[in-house]
């Protein structure tokens, strides 16, 4: 069975330039989460969807970063113009089942640089 | 929210020796805690999780001991393998559904 899918795994840009992320996430999990793991860090929650709906963005910087999930399967996360700031890995997760409680299964991330 | 801290940041063993990771989170209303392995170039992946109605769960050479009113949980990995070399995460989830993940543990297991 196949895990959770993201691309591209790596991309570099110059500042204020605009960026996307794709996930796919594992067939039948309606919740997926969009995290953002600074380097030596934790990965901190940017949204949570379930199904096609974003439940949890408070974490989400709304200025510069967009996502959607269309048809409650696959992903796209945005960030337009991106900041230097922002260079980090960007993890897609997927559950089968709403909560905290159920196990998250990542994707392998996206690491971006902004030069 | 929760907040969740993780000691130590990083943990030397050597190969057979064993190895204690701990976190302490700050919401009394967490009551799922799941440990996370991230290996390099890879996502976190679920290694085992307790829930509070338990004080200890084991699975075969690693086992998480919870303590509820002292709010802190540990991680043990006993006779470590070279391929338990990767960086270790605790969470919780405080009240809500979001998982709050500690900082991380970055285990070198040396042969």
């Known amino acids: 069975e196949a895990g959770v899918v993201q691309s591209p795994r790596y991309k570099i840009i110059e500042k204020k330039q605009p960026v996307a992320f794709w996930c796919n996430p594992i067939?039948?999990?309606?919740?997926l989460y969009w995290y953002l793991q600074n380097l030596g860090q934790g990965p901190e929650l940017l949204i949570r969807?379930?199904?096609?709906?974003?439940?949890?963005d408070s974490q989400l910087p709304k200025d510069r970063f967009s996502a959607e999930r269309l048809k409650g399967v696959d992903s796209t996360l945005k960030i337009q113009p991106a900041e230097l700031g922002d260079s980090a890995v960007y993890l897609c997760?997927?559950?089968f089942g709403r909560g905290a409680y159920n196990e998250q299964f990542f994707g392998p991330g996206t690491r971006l640089t902004v030069l | 929210g929760e907040n969740v801290e993780q000691h130590p940041s990083t943990l030397s063993v050597q190969e057979g020796d064993s190895a204690v990771i701990k976190c302490t989170y700050s919401?009394?209303?967490?009551?799922?805690f799941p440990w996370y392995k991230q290996e390099l170039g890879k996502g976190p992946q679920l290694i085992i999780d307790?829930?509070?109605?338990?004080g200890e769960k084991k699975d075969q050479r690693i086992a998480v001991t919870l303590n509820k009113t002292a709010k802190h949980f540990s991680l043990h990995i006993t006779e470590t393998q070279p391929e338990d070399s990767a960086v270790y995460f605790c969470?919780?989830?405080?009240?809500?559904?979001?998982?709050?993940f500690g900082g991380g543990t970055r285990v070198l297991v040396k042969p």
């Open positions: 919401d009394s209303a967490s009551n799922y």
């Open positions: 969807y379930e199904n096609e709906e974003a439940v949890d």
């Open positions: 067939s039948g999990h309606n919740t």
């Open positions: 307790i829930r509070s109605n338990v």
């Open positions: 969470a919780a989830p405080g009240g809500g559904n979001k998982l709050t």
């Open positions: 997760a997927s559950s």
